[in-house]
């Protein structure tokens, strides 16, 4: 999260004091799958997205993630 955070705002120079904040991830599935985040199973809408807040006591404990397919796509939760 902070190392995404760091990366825009380098990249947005002059403006950086407008730039997004990342505060999760959006996963995008061609069909409704699960993610299991540490000891947590996680599933999908019907749509197959999933979203992933950013929990700073999760990141901390840095946990195995396990995906049960490849995503077609990743948007970031601003």
Do not use: C, Y
Not at 36 to 44: A, I, K, R, T
């Amino acid at each position: 999260m902070g190392q995404a955070n760091r990366f825009i705002k380098a990249e947005a120079g002059f403006f950086s004091f407008a730039a997004p904040k990342v505060k999760g991830l959006v996963l995008h599935f061609a069909a409704p799958e699960s993610v299991l985040v540490g000891e947590s199973p996680f599933n999908s809408e019907h749509d197959g997205s999933l979203k992933l807040p950013f929990d700073d006591g999760l990141l901390k404990s840095n946990p195995l993630v396990q995906l049960s397919a490849r995503p077609t796509s990743v948007d970031f939760i601003e």
